[in-house]
T-cell receptor, first 112, second 113 residues
Framework: KQEVTQIPAALSVPEGENLVLNCSFTDSAIYNLQWFRQDPGKGLTSLLLIQSSQREQTSGRLNASLDKSSGRSTLYIAASQPGDSATYLCAAYGGSQGNLIFGKGTKLSVKP | DGGITQSPKYLFRKEGQNVTLSCEQNLNHDAMYWYRQDPGQGLRLIYYSQIVNDFQKGDIAEGYSVSREKKESFPLTVTSAQKNPTAFYLC????????????FGQGTRLTVV
């Protein structure tokens, strides 16, 4: 059964820092991996989708990588801003369950 | 604007009542999903539907029911059999197939009073 883990559970950084959020998954037979952002009390906003055949995707200050062989994905945020403060979730699609399986998220706080 | 609309935003349920959460999408997506989010537990799949008039149970379907009579709509009923319904409920949709991106609504917070 696919399991998705995100470490750390919480992260606090000063404004301007570059940072990396980690996501690991147990079943490498995934079709894609998606990163989301969630603000308190809100729904999920899709940030990046990486197909299984891709190694990375970029959108603005965000870069997500995927290494299926090691079961890992990272989300790199450049020049962090207070507005980046939110919970970031990764979700793997595919494997034996055929649906999005979520990690528990990393709560990011960027201090001015 | 294209997107997913969940209503209501807040919902209060008395003990023993059934309540229905609405989810509508205008993205022309075939697949729709319901997730439950609890603090510290992440998102868990309740039901999903890949096509009209068909749906499958997810990991925590007990105490819930759904219907998919229209492509645009996937309502979730929380029945009295669900013993701990207080949670944040999220609806999502996507195209079918493995390489598609999922989009979420803004959620409904259900509280038992």
């Amino acid at each position: 059964k696919q399991e998705v883990t995100q470490i750390p559970a919480a992260l606090s950084v000063p404004e301007g820092e570059n940072l990396v959020l980690n996501c690991s998954f147990t079943d490498s037979a995934i079709y894609n991996l998606q990163w989301f952002r969630q603000d308190p009390g809100k729904g999920l906003t899709s940030l990046l989708l990486i197909q299984s055949s891709q190694r990375e995707q970029t959108s603005g200050r965000l870069n997500a990588s995927l290494d299926k062989s090691s079961g890992r994905s990272t989300l790199y945020i450049a020049a962090s801003q207070p507005g980046d403060s939110a919970t970031y979730l990764c979700a793997a699609y595919g494997g034996s369950q055929g649906n999005l399986i979520f990690g528990k998220g990393t709560k990011l706080s960027v201090k001015p | 604007d294209g997107g997913i609309t969940q209503s209501p935003k807040y919902l209060f349920r008395k003990e023993g009542q059934n309540v229905t959460l609405s989810c509508e999408q205008n993205l022309n997506h075939d697949a729709m999903y319901w997730y439950r989010q609890d603090p510290g537990q992440g998102l868990r799949l309740i039901y999903y539907s890949q096509i009209v008039n068909d749906f499958q149970k997810g990991d925590i379907a007990e105490g819930y029911s759904v219907s998919r009579e229209k492509k645009e709509s996937f309502p979730l009923t929380v029945t009295s059999a669900q013993k701990n319904p207080t949670a944040f409920y999220l609806c999502a949709s996507s195209r079918t197939g493995a390489r598609t991106e999922a989009f979420f609504g803004q959620g409904t917070r259900l509280t038992v009073v």
